[in-house]
């Protein structure tokens, strides 16, 4: 179980990405990669930089020339498998198999090459939950 919460928007999640890039950052550095060219003022930076270290996404590192340097908590690997199983979660609802046809239906619609790369990720995972 991860020791953080996900982040609840695009812009929280934008805001970590740019952390995870930069490997280091000031709320200023954030607020000039992320905030400034969506229109945003630097308040709201430094609230979604707060509500990343509620959640456990995201550390004070040092202080260094009047403000704090962040970097990131929690690896990026896990953030991403931990918004891949909400995402999916989410989609396939209480009655998964219906949804789960549908969307082979729609794979196989827009490339049915990716169709068949999905079902050699089947039969790979398969291989490794049960040792074969």
Known sequence: MPNFR????ELEYSVLC???ELR????RELHERVGAPGGLVYTTIAKVVDRLREKGLIDRSRHQGGAFVYVP???RSAVERARARQIVSRFLGPGPRS???ALVEAV???DP???????RAIQD???TNHGA
């Open 99 to 101: 949804a789960v046809a």
């Open 125 to 127: 995972k398969k291989r």
């Open 113 to 119: 090459e990716l169709l068949e790369a999905l079902e």
């Open 6 to 9: 996900l982040p609840s928007d």
């Open 18 to 20: 740019a952390l995870w």
């Open 73 to 75: 908590a929690a690896d």
């Open 108 to 110: 196989d619609e827009i």
């Open 24 to 27: 280091s950052a000031s709320v």
